[in-house]
């Protein structure tokens, strides 16, 4: 039913458990805060770099560090989460001793683009905890997600939400506060008409990419906001194919994209809609991580798209 409240959809449509049910809460929740603050950003002085580096060694922004302290303070309010990892902190830390969640976390995915007032994303994924230790609880391979999700800061703020087998989209209503239900059941086209990819690294990719995709835009339309979870979202309700490939200009191959926070999530959230995510040679679901923040390359969206992509990387 449209406009149902984020809590009631995952209960009785997702067959959600009450401490998943929690934990999204509790992701909602920060995420209207995010939502609020982001539309202030500029006035409050909150743009721009924090000054500091990532454990990776990349630019922080003002508002990666905030978004990242929302939602650790959100779950752990939870109590069903006990263990968060994110980009932003380099091991897996414990919120709650009895939590029986383990959370990842995007905090603010395309956080470079906050500046100039383009969309920006949170990405989550969810497990069941193993209880052995922190790391074994974060490094399952996505296939194990409980549920997985994201939320676009755009014009509207949207949580998508998906669970084996189901997608919804909820819009944060701007009169009552609620996540409500949008869009039920989301599947995404099985081929499309448009493509995604940063083609200015055309000449850094190995050939059979560089073929592929000189030939797969013929009669296409390109879309890259240069924004995984704006790219993902157009793609994921119009169908199209997301490609983030490996730079090969060193002679080694150098990915971007996480593993664990990016990759995972959107597979699973394309699979549950009738998509498909891959690296180009494996399933993205099935990969045990070895590294909380390790890289891959993403090829991600509709099904047949994805399987050219694949078809093409094993003709090579
Ligand atoms: P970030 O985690 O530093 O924000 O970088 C991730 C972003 C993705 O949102 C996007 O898909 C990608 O980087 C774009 O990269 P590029 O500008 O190299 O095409
Ligand atoms: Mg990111």
Not at 76 to 101: C, K, M, W, Y
Not at 158 to 163: G, K, L, S
Not at 192 to 206: F, K, P, R
Request: net charge negative; charged share 15%.
């Amino acid at each position: 039913m449209l406009h149902s409240p984020l809590n009631r959809q995952l209960a009785e449509r997702h067959h959600a458990s009450a401490p998943l049910v929690a934990a999204i809460s509790s992701l909602g929740r920060a995420a209207k805060r995010i939502a609020f603050e982001l539309r202030g950003a500029g006035l409050a002085g909150l743009l721009g770099d924090a000054g500091t580096t990532s454990h990776q060694g990349e630019a922080q922004q003002k508002l990666d560090l905030h978004a990242n302290d929302l939602i650790c303070a959100e779950l752990r309010f939870s109590g069903t989460t006990g263990i968060v990892a994110s980009e932003e902190i380099e091991q897996p830390h414990l919120l709650n001793d009895t939590g029986s969640l383990a959370v990842l976390i995007d905090t603010l995915d395309g956080s470079s683009n906050i500046d100039a007032n383009m969309p920006v994303g949170m990405i989550f994924s969810i497990y069941a905890r193993l209880g052995s230790s922190p790391s074994a609880d974060v490094l399952q391979p996505g296939c194990q997600q409980l549920a997985a999700g994201y939320v676009i800061f755009s014009s509207a703020t949207v949580m998508v939400v998906a669970t084996s087998g189901r997608v919804d989209a909820f819009t944060l209503c701007p009169y009552t506060g609620d996540f409500l239900l949008s869009l039920a059941a989301i599947t995404t086209p099985v081929t499309s008409q448009y493509y995604s990819v940063n083609e200015g690294y055309a000449a850094t990719w190995d050939p059979a990419t560089q073929q592929f995709v000189a030939a797969h835009r013929i009669g296409r339309r390109g879309r890259y906001v240069g924004a995984l979870v704006a790219d993902f979202h157009r793609n994921l309700l119009y169908g199209g194919l997301f490609l983030y490939p490996a730079d090969h200009s060193s002679g080694q191959p150098v990915t971007k994209l996480r593993l664990c926070y990016e990759g995972n999530p959107l597979a699973f959230i394309a699979e549950a809609a009738g998509g498909a995510g891959s690296t180009g040679r494996q399933r993205l679901l099935a990969i045990q991580p070895t590294n909380l923040h390790q890289r891959v390359a993403i090829a991600i969206g509709s099904r047949d798209d994805v399987a050219a992509y694949e078809a093409a990387l094993r003709a090579q």
